[in-house]
């Protein structure tokens, strides 16, 4: 099957009922979804597809014709909300933050001016620990001052 990923397209051998987590770790090497909870609880393997947000564990790459998918690998460094995420010096135990960012770009893609309360709302299926959602906050807001092409 072909699967366009991060504006390239793959061919992958893999069963339909596969996983897009599994095949962007095991065949890709992407490694940047993280494989935590594999339930679709912590938020830590969400992608974009066709920049929506979605947790790639419970996404079978079946399901993705003509899809355009998008990884944290995907999303250059000088992003704003990668460089938003810098200057709030937004540590986290990694674990969340490709998936924060993630629906952070999806979110700033439909709202181009959220509320705090929008943006809570958005990150309210990803579970951290770590303590850093008030920077996370802070730095999607500073993000959304930006205009830029998700």
């Known amino acids: 099957m072909k699967l366009r990923i991060n504006g390239k397209y793959h061919e992958i051998d893999a069963d339909p009922g596969e996983t897009l987590l599994n095949v ?3 065949r890709l090497n992407l490694l940047g ?7 679709g609880e912590c938020g830590a393997c969400i992608v974009l597809i066709n920049n929506k947000a979605q947790k790639a564990c419970q996404v079978t790459v079946g399901s993705l014709s003509g899809d355009r998918v998008r990884t ?34 999806a979110l700033l893609s439909r709202m181009l ?18 303590g850093e959602n008030p920077k996370i906050i802070r730095a999607i807001n500073k993000a959304s001052k930006y205009s830029y092409d998700s």
């Not at 979804?33 to 339930?39: I, N, Q």
């Not at 999303?75 to 986290?92: G, L, S, T, Y």
């Not at 001016?113 to 309210?124: G, M, T, W, Y």
């Open 113 to 130: 001016n959220p509320s705090k309360e929008d943006i809570r709302e958005a990150l309210n299926t990803d579970h951290c620990t770590c």
């Open 72 to 105: 944290i690998e995907g999303i250059p460094e000088n992003h704003p909300v990668r460089e938003a995420w810098k200057f709030e010096n937004v540590i986290e135990c990694s674990y969340c933050k490709s998936g924060q960012i993630m629906k952070a770009i």
């Open 24 to 26: 962007l770790r095991d």
């Open 33 to 39: 979804s993280v494989d935590l909870c594999g339930k």
